[in-house]
């Protein structure tokens, strides 16, 4: 299946689950316990493939699986901590030094993205020369050790989609054809002989009581996460709304205090025009007594 969906062929491949055992509290208002562990595998391959040249490498796989977008910051923080692990190193064969084994992500999402809607989708670096906008065939360690290929698949996009032989493989995680929530209903004949093992490999779990048991608890869990996700949405929207009453109310502030501003500045004037009116009053006040004394003083000289 690694084969079909990154189009090299895999010569073998190495194993290297991680496990996480997490306990997950749950509301004790629930009928079920309210605690409950929960283990958590991350799939990691280290595969050797066979390019077309004859030639192997090493590389690692890391498949994941999304089913809120959410998601992604989980997923950034295991790249980061695949990049940083010092296990993921190989030993040159010629030059006789470690080498970072590039990354090669394959995700499968529950869920569509945004714009596009290709069932897989194939993330593919190329080297350019940007002055001349030429491609560049070679590839180099430095680079190819800190940057990754990467497969998303669409699982919601897979209904009605056959048109190459990916897209056939791939149908066997075709969520239209449910029975319910665990159980696609397939019909092998459809498939290649080729295929037929993984389906048989997908029918001996579902008829495993415990791995029906374990998915029964992650539809629980899933349940209640998708519930939390909707109310931190719901509250985000609350917060938004209440952030924009804020403003809101901010920017009538501010108009208010312009408002008094000028108004305390018209004050100010008035003040001012009330004071120069004073003191007009009090300069015609002082020329009145002047022109009386002056009348009195001709007044005393006709007298005489």
Avoid: C
Wanted: aromatic content about 6%.
């Amino acid at each position: 299946m690694i084969s079909k969906i990154i189009g090299e062929e895999v010569e073998s491949l190495e194993f290297q689950p991680q496990e996480h055992t997490v306990k997950v509290k749950r509301p004790t208002k629930r009928k079920t316990k309210p605690n409950v562990s929960w283990t958590v595998y991350r799939l990691d391959f280290a595969a050797k493939i066979k390019t077309p040249d004859g030639q192997y490498r090493q590389v690692l796989i890391e498949i994941q699986k999304a089913k809120f977008p959410t998601d992604i910051m989980r997923f950034r923080r295991y790249l980061g901590q695949q990049y940083q692990s010092a296990k993921n190193v190989v030993v040159h064969e010629t030059k006789k030094r470690k080498l970072a084994i590039p990354i090669l992500s394959i995700y499968f999402l529950g869920h569509k993205l945004e714009f596009i809607n290709a069932p897989v989708i194939k993330v593919n670096r190329t080297y350019i020369d940007l002055a001349t906008g030429e491609s560049l065939p070679e590839k180099e360690e430095f680079i190819e050790s800190l940057t990754h290929n990467s497969f998303v698949i669409q699982i919601p996009y897979l209904k009605d989609n056959r048109r190459n032989e990916l897209e056939k493989l791939l149908s066997v995680f075709d969520q239209s054809l449910k029975v319910d929530n665990h159980i696609l209903n397939i019909n092998e004949n459809d498939y290649p002989d080729e295929y037929r093992d993984i389906i048989r490999k997908l029918q001996k779990a579902m008829v495993d009581e415990e791995v029906q048991l374990t998915m029964d608890i992650e539809d629980e869990i899933l349940a209640e996460l998708e519930e939390k996700e909707r109310e931190i949405e719901n509250m985000a929207e609350s917060l938004e709304v209440k952030n924009l009453l804020l403003s809101e109310k901010d920017t009538i502030i501010s108009e208010k205090d312009m408002i008094l501003s000028d108004n305390i500045n018209l004050l100010s004037a008035k003040d001012d025009l009330l004071s120069e009116k004073d003191n007009m009053l009090s300069a015609k006040d002082n020329l009145l007594s002047a022109k009386d004394k002056e009348i009195e003083e001709l007044k005393k000289l006709l007298g005489k």
